[in-house]
């Protein structure tokens, strides 16, 4: 494959992390043997897995945001438990000094051509490339979002704009309001994540000896995907008085009413909930770039992959990772992970021109917490249905101190290392372990 698209490439250098233009102002054309589009959780990573390996100028990673969020921590700062700042670094520290930064959006790709377009007009050829840009956060397909977020009591986790919002709402409610929690029919990032709120909120009130009507509204038909855990939170949720209303999409929110409307998705009935707070969970789509593209795309608009070697399944000269793709997994950090372990071995050997060999099980985590010191550890594979994939000697479904100290300390520490490319998962530790135990 390598002896297809050719190794050398031009120069694109950086000054001061200021990048070099034209006479015009704008990017001369530029070629680089890897482009990585999107710099978040996999797209940092295979930057710095590559950026050295292969050469200053070899690797250019596109991306305008100026700081890169570890997301899994405003779980915990929606919650009250960390602060935001905590959760962000500048972009600029942890991407390696050989490679490019594109501070743009990709505006178009043309995989038939290997290249592809940034906003402000320029176009990059690449021998090869990593699609990781994610899903958007979609607000505006509810009726009355953003513009309730300027309304007291509605807050979401899911953006930076918003989840302090989520914190003030939880801090500032009255005993005996309602407090309405929400999971979209779409896919999302860390589909636990809409629970972890509301059980650390019920747990705050309950501290603080505020009653409230607690509503979880999922537009899924089951609390959870993997049974294992799900048995465990109907446990939670039935032993603190939650509600739980499944197949209902909220479509609509009232601000001057505090009402938040919901779609019943087997019978298209309207139900309308009261509100005091109300925590959000967007739909959810990849960015319009990949969305339209219906050579990337498959028909939900992912990135289409094969699920296990991670490579495009009509362009061999491109891969993907993390939320963007259409692996059936989980979408989390986790996964992510263990993803870059996969990369590493098939892109490095795609770029070598040998084959691609190296497969992904699907495995994922989600840390259910479930209190501000208690957590349920979900790990599970992409099996029809997922099946647990646990790391540790004991039962994970049960909540524990331990791993909401691996949630809110030891994974955040974990993240930034990783993001030099150095983590790959718990995937060799799982192993030992299970070897250990059956000596």
Known sequence: MSGLFPSTAKTFTLVGRRKLSTSSGRLADQHFRLVVVG????????????????????VAVI?????????????????????FSESGRPMESLLPASASWIREGVSSFSPSENSLVVEGGDKITYDYLVVALGIKLRYEKIKGLPEAFETPGVGSNYSPLYVEKT????????????????????????????????????????LSGRSANIQYYSALP?????????D???????????????????????????????ENLDTNEKVVQHYDLLHVTPPMSTPAPLNTNKQLADAAGFLEVNK???????????????????????KTAAAVAAQVGILRRNLGAALEG?????????????????GRKSCVLAEFDMQAPPQPLETF???????????????????????????????????????????????
Request: contains cysteine; proline residues 6%.
């Open 39 to 58: 710099a978040g959780a996999g797209g940092c990573a295979l930057t710095n897995k590559f950026a050295n390996k292969l050469g200053k100028g070899q």
């Open 63 to 83: 991306d305008p945001a100026t700081t890169h969020y570890y997301q899994p921590l405003w779980t915990l700062v929606g919650g009250g438990l960390k602060s």
């Open 167 to 206: 914190a003030k709402a939880i801090k500032e409610f009255k005993s005996g309001g309602d407090a309405v929690f929400t999971f979209p029919a779409s896919p999302v990032k860390c589909a636990g994540a809409p629970q972890k709120i509301m059980y650390i909120a019920e747990e705050t009130f309950r």
């Open 222 to 230: 089951v609390i959870f995907g993997v049974k294992k855990y799900a």
């Open 232 to 262: 465990a939170l109907w446990e939670v949720v039935r032993g603190r008085n939650i509600n739980v209303n499944l197949r209902h999409n909220l479509i609509e929110v009232r601000p001057d009413s505090n009402e938040a409307i919901f």
């Open 308 to 330: 296990e070697t991670l490579q495009h399944v009509r362009y061999p000269n491109i891969f993907g990772i993390g939320d963007c793709t259409s692996v059936p997994t989980a």
């Open 354 to 370: 040998k084959e691609v060999v190296a497969k992904y099980d699907g495995y994922t985590s989600c840390p259910l917490v479930t």
């Open 393 to 439: 000697p004991f039962n994970q479904a049960k909540e524990r101190w331990s791993m909401y100290q691996l949630k809110a300390n030891i994974l955040p520490t974990m993240y930034w290392i990783g993001m030099k490319g150095w983590w790959e998962g718990p995937g060799p530790f799982r192993k030992a372990m299970r070897l250990g135990l059956s000596k």
